[in-house]
């Protein structure tokens, strides 16, 4: 009897958007945890609830996707798990396009529409939202999240654990510092310092 389990960690709106996608992938979730039991209580969602991550033990067989996009949560959470032997899928959805020469680290998703473009690395729980780019040779850093309708161009590197807000766009070779956020809608035209947060366009530093 097969009782692998594919779990969903963090059930909130994200994780929520995740089950779909898992559906379309073919791959449907069994399982989550939350730090509350009723966090898909009245959505319609019809999977096992675990308990919450810090009372988790995973299971031979057992594979998880992470469901949190906020990037310091993401790192605390999936770091707890894999400290337990916790090991992570990726989720890309059928409709994104992935070039064959991109690189894709442990536990990334890739969401519907999306673009990860030639020679691209996604680093270890990246998030590229729906209808978002990724150029070539662009390196994305481990936790960062792309919100919807980000656009980062050509050779674009980017640090641990950034957000960028919907609709942001970094201009080609652009640096972007580790823990940095991007404000919906700002256009990044010069190097972004560590922790730093930009808006507007050009972005700004606040």
Not at 62 to 91: I, S, T
Not at 99 to 126: H, I, K, N, Y
Not at 176 to 201: C, F, H, L, Q
Request: proline share 4%; aromatic share 8%; net charge neutral.
């Amino acid at each position: 009897m097969n009782d692998a389990r594919f779990i969903l960690a963090g059930a909130g709106a994200f994780g929520r958007e995740l089950i779909n996608w898992a559906e379309d992938c073919g791959t449907p979730f069994t399982a989550f945890l939350d730090s509350s039991a009723e966090a898909l209580a009245g959505f319609g969602y019809a999977l096992d609830y675990l308990g919450t991550p810090d009372d988790f033990q995973p299971r031979a067989g057992d594979l998880l996707v992470m469901g949190v996009g906020e990037p310091e949560a993401k790192r605390r959470l999936a770091l707890q798990l894999m400290a337990r032997g916790a090991q992570f899928a990726r989720l890309v959805h059928p409709s994104a396009v992935v070039a064959r020469s991109a690189r894709l680290g442990e536990g990334v998703v890739v969401c519907p529409q999306a673009l990860v473009s030639a020679d691209a690395v996604l680093g270890d729980f990246s998030v590229v939202n729906a209808l978002s780019s990724v150029g070539h040779d662009v390196d994305l850093g481990a936790f960062s999240t792309l919100s919807c309708h980000v656009d980062l161009t050509g050779w674009v590197r980017v640090g641990e654990a950034c957000f960028f807000g919907s609709g942001a766009r970094v201009l080609p070779k652009v640096r972007i510092g580790a823990a940095a956020r991007i404000g919906a809608g700002a256009i990044v035209m010069r190097s972004v310092p560590d922790g730093a947060t930009m808006y507007a366009a050009p972005a700004k530093k606040l």
